[in-house]
């Protein structure tokens, strides 16, 4: 297989960034300040990550957890009491480290010296339980979910938080149990300066790592070498390594939306799709950029880029703070399926056709996701990022309906043509004349898969772009051509 040239790795090698700045002690203190102000009384619940279950694993803490505290060990548990809108007890508890375990995982810190630092001190987590019993008649006791994504939080778990609430609840069930989760996410959407400053550089480096895989990508290059820059990319430039698995997807694999393997080699008339994030102490971006694998776009790789690029610019135009998120959707949705018809990949605008989704039902509700054009964006339009990758705002999990001012989301159309759409439909009536309209079509544009994804800054009067990656086809094609004349 072709490897990366000298020249390639010694510019990365000299390009590594600084590490940027963390969030402050005193803006920690504040946020849990905040929390009891709004809870009034009663005590705050909150489990950190666990040990990973294996060596290949790296440890990330529990977003919530880590809001409330920017304590980094694993298998912490943070207690805070609160009366009259105040704290009146705060402490981290860890399970107690025999010394010579210590030794391959390190020692806990002294806990007077924790205090002195953040403000929180450290205790023996077996008295964890003790310490709750003696509290379990000051209030409700406030949960926060032990779980790292939200895209998970209502999947049934047996996690360790959830048993030991359980437990408790089960030997106090006279008191009240409940989430403080939306509290949480309702503080969390706008972002502070200094959360916005380690996303600005988060979303940076991802960029850097876009530039380096879109000058590596050619013909006969595995999708898993490119993988392996983007997260070298990553540590050079300073992170502490990718915010999610990254997607490079080419060929067939460009229409799967995430896809995993990274392990083909690219075809020369193929589209890569390069869906990467960087975590930088703990915040997420979330970057995807398509190429052509032999540095220059067919006319149909391009028609369907045009498309994509369009409906991107729609919802920019209409994203603001107050502005609802919905209305962003809107925009994307109007131009697929006005722009897809002209392609004749449906049978015209507004077309619908009966899906296979299993919760078909609701098509009555969300009339949407019945069209033709759905069939080829399925997916939400962005969502929020920070602590995670998938984080509260944007369009998939705001809590108000409308961006808010400092929020930080994404914004990622994609259209994604495959003749598998049409073999899944079911055998009715409607479905038949959609793919006897359509599947020449289908099959000239097949396995072109296109995503754009950016980061933005919601302003008063609109959003700032943050992920200044080439996205325009020109400015993709000069960057390949330039590190084509490069390797002659």
């Not at 666990?50 to 529990?62: K, R, S, Y």
């Not at 959830?162 to 609840?169: K, L, M, T």
């Not at 809107?330 to 989704?357: C, H, N, Q």
């Not at 043509?417 to 020449?440: E, G, H, I, W, Y």
Request: hydrophobic fraction near 40%; proline fraction near 6%.
């Amino acid at each position: 297989m072709p490897r990366f040239s000298a020249l390639s790795l010694a510019l990365l090698l000299g390009s590594a960034g600084p590490v940027g700045a963390q969030v402050p002690t005193a803006e920690y203190a504040a946020r849990r300040d905040t929390v009891a102000a709004r809870l009034g009384d009663g005590v705050l619940l909150s489990f950190g990550a666990g040990e990973p279950m294996t060596d290949e694993a790296d440890f990330h803490q529990l977003p919530g957890f880590e809001y409330l505290t920017g304590y980094d060990r694993m298998n912490a548990v943070f207690v805070m009491g609160v009366r009259g809108g105040r704290v009146t007890y705060q402490m981290l508890f860890e399970p107690p480290i025999d010394p010579r375990r210590a030794l391959y995982d390190g020692f806990a810190p002294d806990s007077a010296d924790l205090e002195r630092r953040i403000g929180i001190g450290l205790r023996n987590r077996d008295h964890l339980r003790d310490v709750l019993d003696a509290m379990a008649g000051r209030g409700t006791l406030w949960v926060v979910a032990d779980v790292h994504s939200r895209d998970y939080r209502t999947t049934d778990t047996l996690s360790a938080g959830r048993r030991f609430v359980e437990d408790f609840w089960a030997a106090h069930p006279g008191v009240t149990v409940r989430s403080a989760d939306p509290l949480l996410d309702s503080l969390r959407v706008a972002k502070s300066p200094a959360e916005i400053a380690l996303l600005r550089r988060a979303i940076t480096i991802t960029v850097e790592a876009h530039l380096a895989a879109m000058r590596a990508v050619r013909p006969g290059v595995n999708e898993g070498q490119v993988h392996a820059l983007v997260d070298y990319t990553f540590r050079m430039q300073g992170a502490s390594g990718p915010s999610f698995r990254a997607i490079i997807g080419s060929g067939p694999n460009s229409t799967s939306y995430h896809y995993r393997a990274n392990d083909r080699v690219m075809q020369s008339g193929e589209v890569v799709v390069m869906d990467i994030g960087a975590l930088n102490d703990d915040y997420a971006a979330d970057v995807t950029r398509t190429v052509p694998v032999s540095g220059t776009f067919s006319p149909d790789q391009a028609a369907i880029y045009a498309v994509v690029r369009q409906a991107q610019q729609a919802a920019e135009a209409v994203a603001k703070a107050g502005a609802p998120v919905r209305d962003g959707e809107s925009a994307i949705r109007a131009v697929m399926d006005r722009e897809l018809a002209k392609l004749g990949l449906t049978e015209g605008p507004g077309a619908t056709f009966d899906p296979p989704w299993a919760d078909a039902a609701r098509c009555e509700r969300v009339p949407v996701v019945c069209t033709q054009a759905f069939l080829y964006m399925a997916h939400g339009p962005g969502h929020g990022i920070g602590l995670e990758v998938h984080d509260i705002g944007g369009y998939s999990y705001s809590p108000t309906g409308s961006f808010q001012l400092n929020e930080v989301f994404t914004l990622e159309p994609g259209v994604y043509v495959s003749t598998a759409l049409l073999d899944m439909l079911a055998d009715t009536p409607k479905n038949r004349a959609f793919v006897a309209k359509v599947r020449p079509m289908v099959e000239r544009y097949n396995r072109i898969g296109i995503r754009i994804e950016d980061d933005y800054l919601v302003t008063a009067d609109g959003v700032e772009w943050l992920s200044k990656a080439p996205r325009e086809i020109g400015e993709i094609q000069a960057v390949m051509k330039a590190a084509k004349g490069r390797r002659k």
